[in-house]
């Protein structure tokens, strides 16, 4: 089994990348996985662990 293609993005609201981001979310998008970057205090990360029911 291959790998899929990973995009990697910089948040937009923290400005973490792969290089300054302590945590990441990841989504499967048209055949492929997409990485966003996040500071742990980023209200982005907060809210994706929300969607994901990791946090009430």
Partial sequence: M?????????????????DTGEARTVVVVEGGLSVTWHLLACPHYRADRVLAGREG
Avoid at 2 to 18: D, H, I, S, V
């Fill in 2 to 18: 291959g790998l899929l293609p990973t995009t990697l993005r910089q948040c937009r609201a923290c400005g973490a990348n792969e």
